[in-house]
């Protein structure tokens, strides 16, 4: 089974960036979409960004369009998450997932059964 490993969290000012990453070890990422998701306290996982690795097209929430960018590299097996002009809000534990399966939204947290155990975000203001 795949496994996942995030790194790459801290802590930031609001307009900070920050760059994390997910290794994939056992299997590889290839063919398979992979995603970020965040989830705060008290509130539902929600979907950030998903990239297909076999095309490369992505798909982000409007919260983060234009300050997100989700890319991948397959030779390493690694995804990331490049995030920039962050806010106080985008503070949650961020998730890496991989192998959706079913229908609905490609960013709906229930499609994924493979998830990494999360990189803390903290955006102060």
């Known amino acids: 089974q795949m496994q996942l490993e995030e790194s790459g969290g801290g802590s930031v000012q609001a307009g900070g960036s920050l760059r994390l990453s997910c290794a994939a070890s056992?299997?590889?990422?290839?063919?398979?979409?992979v995603a970020w998701f965040r989830q705060a306290p008290g509130k539902e996982r929600e979907g950030v960004a998903v990239?297909?690795?076999?095309?490369?097209?992505?798909i982000y929430a409007d919260s983060v369009k234009g300050r997100f960018t989700i890319s991948r590299d397959n030779a390493d097996n690694t995804l990331f998450l490049e995030m920039q002009y962050l806010k106080p809000e985008d503070t949650a534990m961020y998730y890496c997932?991989?192998?959706?399966?079913?229908?609905?939204?490609?960013?709906?947290?229930?499609?994924?059964?493979?998830w990494g155990q999360g990189t803390q975000v903290t955006v102060s203001s």
């Open positions: 997932a991989a192998g959706p399966s079913g229908s609905g939204s490609i960013l709906s947290a229930s499609r994924y059964n493979t």
């Open positions: 990239i297909s690795t076999s095309t490369g097209s992505t």
């Open positions: 056992k299997y590889t990422y290839r063919n398979l979409p």
